[in-house]
């Protein structure tokens, strides 16, 4: 399997610190199959996310009991419904993760000009639309500046680039997606899973986010029945940025913690 630059960074840090990783990219998008291209679906990247767990637990040498979930931004949001539907899983990481989409649409929608909003969301109901007769997808970029038709424009949206590809060593990575994502996220709500998570949960989030926003993540984690939050300075991206040594630490602690590598059981 493949891996996404998000997941490249943080993957590295924890092999070095024992923990082996299985990092990948969903149907459809970086090096994983899957047409047509740049299509996200939420249930069926949750799905990835099932399949990745099963595909870990008949791995050589992998205890299916020590198996830990990590994710980033919408995949964070990911996190809280794998983890819920998966009690084995000994721990999860929800990094500034996508929570609630109906609490942050209001905030979106004030980060994009009216124009741009009607670009988009027009854009958005073509291309679904479009899917529906087998027209090829209607792409927009993931992140944009104000007055641009992307799927993301908060201020903090632009801090991708230098935080997730600093070394410009994916010179592949399409930062588009299909438009019709517009449509989906504003109904979200993957915190509404936080009380059906039984195993030891870690949400990591930055004081400053103006994409995922700390609120709604904090009050989804207080839900979950074993749960930890820290906080960091920063923006979204701020994890891979300024606050990186922190995010590393706090996850290797919360790992360490709850699958201890050192014990081999």
């Known amino acids: 399997m493949t891996k996404e630059p998000a997941s490249d960074l943080f993957a590295a840090r924890f092999n070095d610190a024992g923990f082996a990783v299985l990092a990948f ?23 990835d996310r099932h399949a990745a767990i099963e595909c870990a637990t008949g791995l050589p040498d992998v205890d299916p009991d020590r198996i830990s979930v990590w ?18 899983l000994a ?18 929608l004030r980060s994009i000009t009216r124009l741009s909003a009607l ?10 639309l479009g899917g529906l007769v087998g027209r090829p997808p209607l792409l927009v ?15 903090d949206a632009m801090d991708g ?16 997606v299909a438009a019709r994502i517009a449509l989906q996220i504003g109904g979200y709500r ?16 930055c004081d400053q986010d103006q994409s995922a926003l700390p609120g ?15 906080h960091l300075t920063g923006r979204h991206h701020a994890p891979f940025l300024e606050s990186h040594e922190q995010a590393v630490a706090a996850e290797i602690s919360f790992l360490e913690k709850h699958l201890d590598p050192l014990d081999p059981r």
């Open 25 to 47: 990219d969903h149907r459809r998008c970086g090096e994983s199959g899957g047409a047509p291209r740049q299509i996200v679906r939420l249930d069926e990247q949750v799905a």
């Open 71 to 88: 994710g980033f931004s919408l995949v964070g949001g990911h996190v809280f419904r794998v983890a819920a539907d998966h009690p084995r």
């Open 91 to 108: 721990c999860a990481i929800a990094q500034t993760p996508v929570v609630d989409g109906r609490a942050l649409a209001p905030h979106a």
């Open 119 to 128: 670009r988009l969301f027009g854009r958005g109901v073509a291309d679904a």
């Open 141 to 155: 970029p993931t992140a944009g500046p104000r007055g641009v038709a992307a799927s993301l424009t908060t201020p």
């Open 161 to 176: 680039d230098r935080a997730l590809d600093p070394d410009r060593r994916h010179t592949n990575w399409e930062q588009t």
């Open 190 to 205: 993957p915190g509404r899973h936080a009380s059906r998570i039984r195993c030891p949960l870690l949400v990591v989030v």
């Open 216 to 230: 709604p993540a904090i009050r989804a984690a207080r839900n979950a029945p074993q749960s930890e939050a820290v």
